[in-house]
Each structure stands twice: as C-alpha cells, then as structure tokens.
C-alpha cells in the first residue's frame, strides 16, 4: 500500500491517458501531417493493449512512458519512503512494457517507446521514420492488381 493518503491521492490524479508529453507529441504528430488513433484496445497474447497511439495500415504502436513509472535510465528512481512497495510495482511495470512490447511485435506491430522528457520533435521524427518504414512494408504486402 501507498505510505500515505496524499500519496494514494497523487497516484490517483495520474492521468491515464492525454499527459502533456502525449499531447506535445500528439500536437507535433499532426502538424507532420500524421493521422492516428488515440488509445484503441489491440488485442494481444498478454491481453488487451492500448497503446498512447496508433497508426493501423502500417501498424506502428506508440507509447509515450514517463520517467517515473517506467524507469528512465535518466530520470528514473525509486522513492527512499516505501521501498518495499515501490521497487515491486516499478519492475513489474518494466516487466509489462517488455511483456507488452514482445506480443505486439509477435502479431507484426512495430513498437516505438519513447519518454516523456524526449522533444517532441524528436519524438515524433523517431514516429514518422516507423510509420513510412511500416507503410512502405504494407504496400508491399498488398496484392497488386
């Protein structure tokens, strides 16, 4: 359990979906002239995923993981108060976004993982360098007529 109630109560402000680096990268995204959906549910080996973002024909899921809750190498650390709660719940959320990234990249999906402290331009430069590889492999896997 949480050390305390402010820290349940900070948790739970966490939002799910729509954080300020996904909409900068969102923003940046359709300026590129990008479409996209926003949250589908794609079902996988491990269950359903709903990946931030996701681009169908060429089959390119995004995610935009923050630096807290998925480990960044950088930015990443786990709080000295609670450590017996805290260590658990971070490496099972590394243990899920491996899980995660395996089963969509099993059913022919190209997972692109990026942190929230990354420029959105360079967020989105990395996006747009998977979906034209991805549509590129799409229109080769169509029959031609």
Known sequence: MPSSEAVSNVMRGNRKTGSRPEASLRRELHARGLRY????????????????????????????DGCFWHSCPVHGNTPGT???????????NRERDRQVTEALTADGWVVVRVWEHEPPASAAAAVVTAVRAGAMEASQRRPQT
């Open 37 to 64: 959906r926003k949250n589908p549910s794609l079902r996988t080996s491990v269950g359903v995923v709903r990946p931030d973002l996701a681009f169908a024909g060429p089959k390119v899921a995004v995610f935009v």
């Open 82 to 92: 609670n450590r017996e709660y805290w260590e658990p719940k971070l490496r099972r």
